[in-house]
């Protein structure tokens, strides 16, 4: 499986942006996909995730600010971000697993949200 992400950049507080994750390769194979982000100096953080049938899990600091959400017909997960804050800023990380334990077998190459205030 091949993640590659687009999407990102600088954006004023308050404002939007959407992340794109374009899968290929055995996507049918794929259980759940999520993004984590990892600000500097702290651990990453899994954001959001979004499992096959659909269900989705999200951090319960940023529920009702971001959105998951997957496009089958064009394989591809994004994450919708709206009002953005400083504290956002940090490099995110698409990432897919193939099975039902912890961890994530493939990840994306990284874009960075920088907020401004």
């Known amino acids: 499986v091949q993640l590659v992400q687009s999407g990102g950049g600088l954006v004023q507080a308050g404002g939007s942006r959407r992340l794109s994750c374009a899968a290929s390769?055995?996507?049918?194979?794929?259980?759940?996909m999520g993004w984590y982000r990892q600000a500097p100096g702290k651990e990453r953080e899994l954001v959001a995730a979004?499992?096959?049938?659909?269900?989705?899990y999200y951090a319960a600091s940023l529920k009702g600010r971001f959105t998951i959400s997957r496009d089958n017909a064009q394989n591809t997960l994004y994450l919708q971000m709206n009002s953005l804050k400083p504290e956002d800023t940090a490099m995110y990380y698409c990432?897919?697993?193939?099975?039902?334990?912890?961890?994530?077998?493939?990840w994306g190459q990284g874009t960075q949200v920088t907020v401004s205030s």
């Open positions: 990432a897919a697993k193939m099975d039902d334990t912890g961890e994530y077998d493939y």
């Open positions: 390769g055995r996507i049918i194979s794929i259980y759940a």
């Open positions: 979004i499992g096959s049938g659909g269900r989705t």
